[in-house]
């Protein structure tokens, strides 16, 4: 039988940009696991090239969930560039308090998953960030991971597609702090 942990069975340790060596390759092996049905993609194959860009940030924040050693799950981000916010071409007027949070990545692997872990560690990463908005991307294919963030408090403002080869995404913004 599973065993019957919980989000809160796990314990939940910050990352920074001078830590992307030791965590580089859990982030891979995270993603790789939380993706297994869609490996076959070039995209995200291509996700060592983000973990890379994100982690290369200054002020990259990185929080990852442990059970023992086994890293299960992590989310990460960076402050967004101002005025080359995800948002900022979706939104007018924009808002006055607009320093955002990128939210880039989020990931579980499907023997954690419905546990409530990814809602944990996204509140872990969000919570005390100095930042007034949160801004993500889900493919909009996912429709339940996208109602999975509005039930965190993010709202659709629009769709990109950031890269030719990417899918298209459902952009979505939160204030700062989230709802509880
Ligand atoms: C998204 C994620 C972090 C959420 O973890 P969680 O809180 O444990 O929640 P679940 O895994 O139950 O996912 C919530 C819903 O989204 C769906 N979902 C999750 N990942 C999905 C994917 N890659 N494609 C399509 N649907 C997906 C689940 O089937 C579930 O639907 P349900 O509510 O109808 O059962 C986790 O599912 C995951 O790592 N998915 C793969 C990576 C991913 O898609 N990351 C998000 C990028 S924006």
Redesign the pocket.
């Known amino acids: 039988m599973e065993p019957s942990l919980s989000a809160a069975d796990l314990v939940v340790r910050r990352f920074a940009h001078k830590d992307l060596p030791q965590i580089r390759q859990a982030l891979i092996d995270v993603?790789a696991d939380?993706?297994a049905?869609?490996m076959d993609d070039e995209f995200n194959q291509r996700f060592p090239w983000f973990v890379d860009h994100w982690g290369g940030h200054p002020e990259f924040a990185c929080v990852i969930a442990f059970d023992g050693e086994e890293p299960v799950?992590f989310a990460y981000g960076a402050p967004a560039n101002p005025n080359r916010e995800w948002w900022r071409e979706h939104i007018e007027p924009a808002p006055e308090k607009d320093r955002t949070f990128s939210f880039s990545?989020?990931?579980?692997?499907?023997k954690?998953?419905?546990?409530?872990?990814?809602?944990a560690l996204s509140r872990a990463l969000l919570e005390d960030r100095p930042e007034d908005l949160a801004v993500?991307?889900?493919?909009v294919?996912?429709p339940?991971?996208q109602?999975?963030?509005e039930s965190w408090g993010f709202r659709k403002v629009g769709e990109r597609r950031p890269f030719p080869d990417s899918p298209v995404y459902a952009v979505m913004l939160a204030e700062l702090p989230l709802p509880r």
């Not at 993500?136 to 493919?139: I, Q, S």
Request: glycine letters at 4%.
């Open positions: 993603h939380a993706h049905d869609s799950a990545e989020l990931a579980v692997r499907t954690w998953r419905k546990r409530g872990v990814a809602h993500l991307l889900v493919d294919t996912h339940r991971v109602a999975l963030y």
